[in-house]
């Protein structure tokens, strides 16, 4: 299972036939590997996945016990926000790996995400390769891929006191870090000074993403979720 299943978005109002537009731009493929099962030569084997998801241009790419492309620096004052280094650094993610974990990429494109399900195909890592993507995208993944879907998890959505919940912009943004790193009133802040021109859409993202620690967060996607709140585009 993968707690990426429970990213708000508006896909489940389209599930529901609301005749909103589905989820374009997120998929998230993991390898993971079972111990003394199929953890032989692992770190090779995750670094060989996250060379293979270099090649198709992920937004994002992580390693569950030490984040993604962007991560938090130690030893950094508050000053550092207005001139630390905001580039992605994807080759940190590869040379870090050093054990049992669970590795992540994450695409804006269906195109990207099957090219790279292709590549694993071939690679044949013998690790359990998951894609969290809705559903109709992920069988469609498989098929193209030749390859034979093994199982399916669903989530039911968001149930209960649903009324309690942060608004929908907040939740599309938040629940995109599935462990929860991602406060909700740090989201609204961000909002408010993408808005006000304080922050770019870009900066936001980049303040955001270093907090989901095992870098299965879209930055894409949430910057263009801060740009049509900026603009005020439904």
């Not at 508006?10 to 036939?17: K, L, V």
């Not at 493929?29 to 199929?38: G, Q, S, W």
């Not at 992580?62 to 630390?84: E, I, M, S, V």
Request: hydrophobic fraction near 35%; charged fraction near 25%.
């Amino acid at each position: 299972m993968t707690n990426t299943l429970h990213r708000w978005s508006e896909h489940y109002a389209f599930e529901r036939g609301s005749g909103a537009a589905p989820v374009e731009n997120d998929y998230i493929v993991f390898a993971m590997a079972t111990r003394n099962l199929n953890d032989d030569d692992l770190v090779e084997k995750y670094r060989t996945f996250a060379r293979l998801a270099l090649r198709h241009n992920p937004v994002n790419i992580g390693d569950a016990t030490k984040g993604g492309a962007l991560r938090p620096q130690p030893r950094l004052n508050p000053l550092a926000h207005w001139r630390r280094e905001h580039r992605p650094d994807p080759e940190r993610v590869i040379n870090e790996i050093d054990g049992p974990t669970t590795m992540s990429a994450v695409f804006s494109t269906f195109e990207a995400m099957e090219a790279f399900v292709r590549d694993l195909r071939d690679a044949d890592l013998g690790v359990s390769i998951n894609i969290s993507a809705p559903m109709d995208a992920a069988r469609r993944c498989c098929q193209e891929a030749g390859i034979k879907r093994h199982s399916v998890e669903y989530s039911l959505g968001f149930q209960g006191r649903v009324e309690r919940l942060p608004d929908r912009v907040v939740l599309e943004i938040g629940t995109m870090c599935g462990h929860g790193m991602i406060a909700h009133n740090l989201v609204k802040k961000l909002l408010d000074w993408v808005k006000e021109g304080r922050r770019t859409p870009k900066e936001a993202t980049q303040y955001l993403a270093r907090f989901c620690s095992c870098g299965v967060f879209n930055p894409a996607r949430a910057e263009q979720i801060f740009d049509k709140a900026r603009t005020g585009t439904p």
